[in-house]
């Protein structure tokens, strides 16, 4: 490694065990990043959730720890103080010239912060992939408030993907010049739409031309709201019942989402891919996209089905930031199924040329362009603090 390259130290926080979406952000972000310049490690709240990747090309000189300390549950003051002394044994036997926490929790980006005084870091970064949840209930917003105060003495720089998704900053940061949005980019070529790739996936799946494809693409969590989408789709389903149903993802979730497809005697007509490598293709054949999410703090998926050409749905807990197109429209989950199916109904109808790749690209979403940023953000930090 040269002497010149940048240092980057990737804390990810415990997820469900799979390869997420912060991960596959930061593989499709150092994929097009200039690797003589800038070198990633990768270290885990919870589990190594990026072993599937670990003796890929572009990983083969990253170091992966695996500090087991917390769940994606309930965590006891036993395992924030392990944490704290994890990554401060991290940092004491290899030297980073960043590190930069990924998670939209306040409590982790707080504790990691404070593991880090003392330490031999040029460059702190929060980085929040998530817009958090409001509560009422006042112990969490004391301890929320108390976290966001440690987040915004304990870090150099805040990157979000979206507004949003920087909440857990507070006001003030987010209106500073230390705030960055990190745009969730995709690698544009891969989604641009193509004729003959929607027909030879419609045809392995014997899809006729005129059945209606419901797509899906998340992780199977609370959070992603899937037992609403079934019932979306069942409402759907009862006026049109040429159409099928595609849910690309796999999670905890599985099985109640399983439940409610066999509870409305839907499980011909919806489909559970479980994880994919080909999502891109599987976007092709589709004829409508459906985000039902309770929150995100951006939704990558919504960007690469707008760059496929689809007319895509999304609730009102997905930040305006994601309409990129036209394509996209925001209804709240309160008008309930009966209402997101008919808009459905409105924008499968939609007959477009889904050709968009030149608006997208053009809009910041292009993976190149925006690692380009990224690799920029890291190099000024870096001339800020010499």
Known sequence: MADNTIKVLHIIPPGNGYFGGIEAFLCGYYKNMNRSKFHFDFSF????????????????????IEYNVLTSNKNKVYNWILLIQKIRENLRAEQYDVVEIHTGSPMIQAVCGLSMIGMHVEIKIAHSHARILLTNRLLPKIIGRICTKIIQVTYDKFFACSKEAGGIFGKRIVDSERFIIIKNAIQMDDFKFDENIRKHIRNQYEIAEDTIVVGHVARLAEVKN????????KAFHDKNSNSVLWIVGEGKCRSGIEKKV???GL???????????????????????IMTSI??????????????????????????????????????????ALAWADEVGKMASLKNNRDYYEQIKSSGYDLKTAAAFLENQYNNIQKDLV
């Open 295 to 336: 929150a995100e703090g951006l939704c990558i998926s919504a960007i690469e089905s707008q760059a496929a050409g689809l007319p895509t749905i999304v609730s009102t807990g997905i930040p305006e930031e994601c309409r990129i197109t036209d394509l996209l429209i925001r209804i709240p989950l309160e008008r309930g």
């Open 45 to 64: 709240c919870g589990l190594n959730t990026m072993k599937i990747k670990m003796s890929s090309q572009l990983l083969k000189d990253s170091k992966f």
């Open 262 to 264: 066999l509870e409305y």
């Open 267 to 289: 499980n011909n007509d919806v489909v559970l891919f479980g994880k994919r490598n080909d999502v891109n293709e599987l976007l092709q054949a589709m004829d409508v996209f």
């Open 226 to 233: 899937q037992v609403f989408l079934i019932d979306v789709f």
